[in-house]
């Protein structure tokens, strides 16, 4: 599986920003799917994930209510909502694909996309 994400930008508080994720080839939907973020200085965090069908999602405590992620399985596709952006949101966002929702150890991974928010 080949990972492709893209719309992070730079955004002011309180905003919002659409994250996106393209995935390569016919077995996407047999993987669960996660957004991860790593900040300067930071461990990566894993702060939402999604199971092969939808049926089941993540969120990390920071980013509860304010985040949603989605998949478009006929789209090879998944996203993350993100509303009422915060600067400590501010990082370098991930998506990954593994067999098992919620791994401890995503098998694929995309290029970051960086993501600021601005005071």
């Known amino acids: 599986v080949q990972l492709q994400a893209s719309g992070g930008g730079l955004v002011q508080a309180g905003g919002s920003l659409r994250l996106s994720c393209a995935a390569s080839?016919?077995?996407?939907?047999?993987?669960?799917m996660g957004w991860f973020r790593q900040a300067p200085g930071k461990e990566h965090e894993l702060v939402a994930a999604?199971?092969?069908?939808?049926?089941?999602?993540y969120y990390a405590d920071s980013v509860k209510g304010r985040f949603t992620i989605s998949r478009d399985n006929g789209r090879n596709t998944v996203t993350l909502q993100m509303n009422s952006l915060k600067p400590e949101d501010t990082a370098v966002y991930y998506c990954?694909?593994?067999?098992?929702?919620?791994?401890?150890?995503?098998?694929?991974w995309g290029q970051g996309t960086q993501v600021t928010v601005s005071s």
């Open positions: 990954a694909a593994d067999r098992i929702f919620r791994s401890t150890e995503y098998d694929y």
């Open positions: 080839g016919r077995t996407f939907s047999s993987y669960g």
């Open positions: 999604i199971n092969w069908s939808g049926s089941s999602t």
